[in-house]
């Protein structure tokens, strides 16, 4: 292989590995603020490129251990990937992008057909039981069916 052909080889790989962390930091912010209710530290967030903040996410009260523990455990491997990709990446490592939760899931829920062209995801609108469950939010707002449709 030519000098020319591994630059080109190389340059590919470390943009893949920006793409992936980006993508790495969207997933570690919503299963660390669905547990903990804080996101990354500081410490794993910086690098080259413009810190972005992270719109959206919650501390969400588990209706089941297991579901807690399945977060927990999902929570703390994005967060290795996150330093994985970080040490991979060395001085080339991005600083978080801007994130908005919100945002990335009501998208993630129309491409999905969970809800309509114009819904979005409701801050706590969805229920991790398998029936529609109904009621107030604090807020006052109707809560969603978990199929994400207004039931009403």
């Known amino acids: 292989m030519t000098t020319e052909a591994c630059t080109r080889c190389d340059s590919f790989r470390a943009g893949a ?12 912010e919503f299963y660390l603020r669905a547990v903990t209710g804080n ?5 794993q967030i910086d690098g080259k490129g413009e810190l972005g903040g992270v ?11 297991l579901g807690r523990q399945y977060a927990e455990e999902i929570a703390q491997d994005e967060r290795a990937h996150v330093d994985f990709l970080r040490a991979a990446l060395g001085d080339a490592k991005v600083a978080r992008p801007e994130i908005d939760l919100q945002e990335a899931f009501t998208a993630a829920a129309r491409a999905a057909s969970v809800v309509g ?3 979005t995801v409701l801050r706590r609108g969805f229920s991790t039981r398998r029936r529609p469950r109904c009621g107030r939010t604090s807020g006052g707002s109707t809560q969603r069916a978990e199929s994400g449709r207004d039931p009403h």
């Open 39 to 43: 996101g990354l530290k500081d410490s």
């Open 55 to 65: 719109t959206g996410g919650y501390k969400v009260s588990f209706e089941t251990k």
């Open 17 to 28: 590995f920006r793409g992936y962390h980006r993508l790495e930091y969207l997933e570690a």
């Open 117 to 119: 062209a114009n819904e």
